[in-house]
C-alpha cells in the first residue's frame, strides 16, 4: 500500500477507530452551547513519514499489528512496537495506541468537559504554550488550518485538566499531547491524552516537580550498570540535563514528525522507566564527545547534555535501549536506586504491564493522592530539618561566644576558691558536670535534626 503523502479520504489500511477502540467516542463540538456554531475540526494525518509504498514484510506487519489489536495482545504489541519500525504507519497507529494506553475499556465521556465545567486554574497557561505549538508539523499548512489545529490542542487539554482537576499542567505537556492530537485526531485523542496522563506521566503532574526527582535519580544508576567510567566521569554533573526531554517525553526536542511517530510507538508501550533508559543510551553514544570535557568542567558537560544530538538514529537507539533494559532492569540497578521509588509512582505502577493493564482511571487518580500526600510530607519534614539546622547553627554560635565569656568568668571564680582545697574539688566537679551535659545535650539534638 502507499503512503498517502497528505490528508485525503482514502480508505485506512486499519480498521475504522469508531469500530476499534472507545476512545473515539468523544465529539468535542458537543461541549459548544446550544445555538453556537462548533469550531471546524480537523482530520487526524494520514500522511507517512515517507512516500514510498510499503514492502511485503511491511504489509505482513501491518496485519500482524491489527491482529494484535483485535486480539488485544498486549505483549505482541509491545514487541511489534520495539521492532524496527514500530506501528509503521498513523493509520495503524490510531488502533494501535488507544489499544497499548488501554482506551479500550471505561470510556468516560469529556465532551461536556468544555460547557459549564470549572475552569482548572492552568488554562492560561495552557493557552500560552498552545500559541507556540505545532512549529515544526505538519508543514506546508495554511495559518487557517494551524488555527483550527491550535484551538482542538487547547480543547483537547482542557477536557482532561477539567475532567481531572488534580493534575496539574507543566510547560511541554503541549508538546506530548500535539504528537497524539496529529496522530488520533481530536476525539479519540482525549481519552488517550487522559490515560497517558494518570498512568504514565502522572508524576509530573502533581502539585510540585519533587517527583520528576526519582526519575533523575534512576538516570546514574542506569549509566553506572552500563559504563562505570562514563557515570563516574559525569559524576560532578547533576542529572538535571536529562528533565527537558525525559518529562516532555522528548516531543520538545524532536523536530520530525515522522520520528517522534515512531519514537512515541515504542515510549506508549514501554514502562514509564524507558525515557530514562533511552537518555542513557544516548549520552552512551556520546561518550568519546563527552570525556574530551575535563570532569571538572560541570557547566559544560550539562550544556552538551541537555541537547539531543542531531540526528538521532532512533532505530539503533531504540533496539539498545530495549538491550539495556534487560540486561539491567529497574529492580538490579546499582545502590538500591530502585528501592528509593515510591510505590505510587509511574515508575513502579507501569513497571508489570499485566498490572497497568488493570488500572482504571480512579485508580491512578488514587495514587496521585497518595503519592501528594507522600511528597508533601516529604517536604515539610526536609522544611522542619532545614529550620532545626539554622536553629542549630545559631545555637552553636551562642554556645561558642557563651563559652569565651564563661572562661571570663571562671578565671574570677577559680581566684577566689582556689583559696582552698574544699574549694578547689567542689569546683572542678561542678565544671566536669557542666561539660558532660552539654555534649550529651549537644550530641541528642545532631542525633535528632541532622
Known amino acids: 500500500m502507499a503512503s498517502s503523502t497528505n490528508e485525503s479520504a482514502a480508505t485506512p489500511i486499519a480498521p475504522s477507530r469508531e469500530a476499534t477502540d472507545s476512545c473515539s467516542s468523544v465529539d468535542l463540538s458537543n461541549g459548544h452551547p446550544s445555538g453556537v456554531a462548533a469550531p471546524p475540526t480537523l482530520p487526524p494525518l494520514t500522511a507517512s513519514w515517507r512516500a514510498k509504498p510499503l514492502s511485503l514484510p511491511e504489509r505482513d506487519k ?33 488502533s494501535a495506541w488507544p489499544m497499548v494506553l488501554g482506551c479500550h475499556s471505561n470510556p468516560t465521556d469529556y465532551a461536556s468537559r468544555l460547557d459549564g465545567s470549572e475552569k482548572h486554574r492552568d488554562e492560561d497557561q495552557v493557552q500560552l504554550d498552545v500559541n507556540r505549538s505545532f512549529v ?7 495559518d487557517k488550518r494551524r ?17 481531572h482537576p488534580m493534575l496539574h499542567y507543566f510547560q511541554g505537556y503541549h508538546d506530548i499531547v500535539q504528537v497524539l492530537l496529529l496522530v488520533l485526531g481530536a476525539d479519540a485523542a482525549v481519552s488517550a491524552v487522559a490515560r497517558l496522563s494518570l498512568l504514565h506521566i502522572r508524576d509530573f503532574m502533581l502539585p510540585t516537580m519533587s517527583g520528576t526527582e526519582s526519575h533523575l535519580e534512576l538516570l546514574p544508576a542506569i549509566l553506572y550498570a552500563m559504563d562505570p ?32 511517530a515512531r519514537l512515541f510507538d515504542f515510549l506508549l508501550a514501554s514502562p514509564a522507566s524507558i525515557p530514562l533508559y533511552l537518555f542513557a543510551v544516548i549520552v552512551e553514544s556520546r561518550k568519546s564527545e563527552l570525556l574530551e570535557i575535563e570532569e571538572d568542567e560541570p557547566e559544560m558537560l550539562h550544556s552538551i547534555l541537555s541537547k539531543l544530538p542531531k540526528p538521532l538514529n532512533l532505530e ?18 546499582p545502590g538500591r536506586a530502585w528501592n528509593r521509588v515510591s510505590a505510587n509512582s509511574v515508575l513502579k505502577t507501569t513497571h508489570d504491564s499485566r498490572q ?47 563559652t569565651y565569656a564563661g572562661a571570663t568568668l571562671i578565671v574570677v571564680v577559680v581566684s577566689y576558691w582556689l583559696r582552698n582545697s574544699d574549694g ?18 549537644w ?8
Request: glycine fraction near 2%; charge should be neutral.
Open 147 to 163: 488555527d483550527v489545529r491550535k484551538n482542538e490542542l487547547s480543547n483537547v487539554i482542557t477536557s482532561v485538566l477539567r475532567a
Open 316 to 333: 539503533s537507539l531504540i533496539q539498545r535501549t530495549s538491550e539495556i533494559y534487560k540486561q539491567h532492569p529497574p529492580e538490579s540497578l
Open 229 to 260: 567510567v562514563l557515570c563516574k566521569h559525569l559524576s560532578h554533573t547533576q542529572p538535571f540535563f536529562a528533565l527537558a526531554a525525559t518529562l516532555t517525553l522528548y516531543a520538545h526536542d524532536i523536530e520530525e514528525y515522522g520520528d517522534i
Open 443 to 450: 550530641g541528642m539534638l545532631q542525633h535528632l535534626f541532622l
Open 62 to 94: 501491518v496485519q500482524d499489528i491489527l491482529a494484535a489489536c483485535g486480539d488485544r495482545d498486549l505483549t505482541a504489541l509491545r514487541a511489534l512496537a520495539t521492532s524496527e519500525g514500530g506501528f509503521v504507519e498513523d493509520e495503524v497507529r490510531r
Open 424 to 441: 578547689q574539688a567542689v569546683l572542678a566537679s561542678c565544671i566536669s558536670m557542666l561539660v558532660k551535659l552539654q555534649q550529651r545535650t
Open 136 to 142: 515544526y508539523y505538519p508543514e506546508d499548512e495554511s
Open 356 to 402: 497497568l493493564a488493570k488500572q482504571t482511571l480512579a485508580d491512578a487518580e488514587k495514587l496521585f493522592e497518595k503519592q501528594a500526600l507522600e511528597i508533601k510530607r516529604a517536604d515539610d519534614w526536609k522544611q522542619r530539618k532545614l529550620r532545626m539546622k539554622q536553629v542549630l547553627n545559631k545555637y552553636e554560635q551562642f554556645r561558642k561566644t557563651a
